[in-house]
């Protein structure tokens, strides 16, 4: 039987333990060390958002300062209260002159068919492929899709706005989530525009200051420089129209990160998966370093395939003490690795093939102790209301094969 996560106090949240490790200080002393050791000046920059209405009124109230620009890259995007309130905002800031951009893939669609109130703000027209696709993930997932959609007259202003231009036809398969104002602040993380990113799953946003960071993201998206870990804060990207096809710069990096841990990692991650991350993590493991890997215990898909590498993974490794899963009751979207708890890797990129190589993707890269902490406190609450697996996990086999079945082919051109 699973047995309870002991809630971790608000106070001082942890999912490590603090006995010493050979050579090593104590996880809490290490940790109070690392954040002291920050530069004052970067004390600040990141930050960590949150979860739920924390991060979306949040990312509301930037817009709604907007003076110059907004720019919108959205994967989900239902006509749902949250759809449409962020949609007002939206709206208002064009109404001030605000020139705004929205990146809103047609790919997704399908999951706004399928998933909340299965209504999606833009895509009103479902096009037999679209529909089709939706079919499938209802009958494998049980999301029975609903092709019925209801005009909106909100999202009908906002492609008819001289000061928006929204790019929504095509499928671009840009699963990325980041929202920016004025070329100055940007928020990133897992968060799409829904109810259920709002009430119901796990989400986790960080946001950075300064028009350097903007400016950076865009060089990095457009393939006009590498990834540089010296720089203390940088973005990993993958990026289609930028990288050869079947390679994925961002897979290496993010692998090689994991390889890198000594002390500790600590990872909340929606989707699983992809045996070379479950390889890295079981190696991880197997060196003694301390993992903990918060997720649903029945993620909205890839369920099965995500209890099975769960349990994959504690079959490679043995299951030490120092291995801890905790399973959450309620779905979570989140997808963040803190590394010997300074370096953080979060953003839209899953534990799936793909997410490297077919998928558009943007996670931040930061060097930043303090940073490190306060999503390391951010995940162990969310922990709290979960509990530890113990023992071998059950899941249905025919279901999981099926899953890693649509996972591969819709993977077929990837990285």
Not at 15 to 42: E, F, M, N, T, Y
Not at 173 to 201: A, P, Q, R, T
Request: hydrophobic share 45%.
């Amino acid at each position: 039987m699973a047995r309870r996560a002991k809630p971790a106090p608000r106070t001082k949240p942890r999912l490590w333990s603090r006995k010493k490790v050979r050579g090593q200080l104590p996880a809490g002393a290490a940790l109070d060390l690392l954040a002291a050791s920050q530069p004052a000046a970067a004390v600040d920059n990141p930050r960590v958002v949150g979860t739920g209405e924390v991060a979306f009124r949040r990312i509301c109230e930037r817009i709604a300062g907007a003076t110059r620009s907004v720019d919108i890259r959205a994967f989900l995007w239902r006509d749902d209260a949250a759809g449409n309130t962020f949609g007002e905002a939206v709206l208002a800031a064009a109404e001030r002159g605000a020139q705004v951009t929205i990146h809103k893939d047609r790919i997704a669609a399908v999951y706004e068919y399928a998933g909340g109130n299965k209504q999606s703000f833009f895509h009103k027209r479902v096009d037999p492929i679209r529909g089709m696709q939706a079919w499938v993930l209802g009958a494998v997932f049980r999301k029975k899709g609903s092709f019925k959609q209801k005009p909106n007259s909100l999202a009908a202003a906002i492609l008819d706005h001289p000061n928006i231009r929204v790019a929504h036809h095509k499928k671009r398969f840009d699963h990325s989530k980041v929202y920016i104002v004025d070329d100055e602040w940007m928020c990133l993380g897992s968060m799409g525009i829904g109810d259920n990113h709002l009430y119901d799953w796990v989400d986790l946003m960080v946001e950075l200051d300064g028009p350097q960071h903007v400016a950076r993201l865009r060089q990095r998206m457009a393939g006009d420089d590498e990834f540089d870990p010296s720089r203390g804060i940088d973005f990993l990207v993958h990026s289609r129209e930028a990288h050869r096809p079947r390679t994925c710069p961002m897979l290496t990096h993010r692998l090689a990160i994991i390889d890198s841990a000594r002390i500790s990692l600590t990872i909340e991650m929606a989707y699983l998966g992809d045996r070379r991350f479950t390889q890295a993590l079981a190696r991880a493991v197997k060196r003694g370093v301390e993992v903990t890997l918060v997720t649903a215990a029945r993620a909205d898909v890839l369920g099965n395939v995500n209890r099975a590498t769960c349990d994959t993974l504690r079959r490679l490794t043995g299951a030490p003490d120092h291995l801890r899963i905790v399973h959450l009751p309620r779905m979570v979207h989140s997808k963040v690795v803190v590394i010997d708890h300074r370096v953080v890797d979060i953003g839209s990129a899953n534990f799936t093939r793909i997410s490297h190589g077919v998928y558009d993707e943007v996670n931040l890269y930061a060097d930043h102790a303090r940073f490190a902490l306060a999503v390391e406190r951010e995940i162990a609450l969310h922990a709290a209301e979960g509990v530890v697996v113990d023992e071998r996990l059950r899941y249905r086999r025919l279901a999981g094969g099926v899953e890693m079945a649509i996972m591969a082919y819709q993977s077929r051109k990837g990285g």
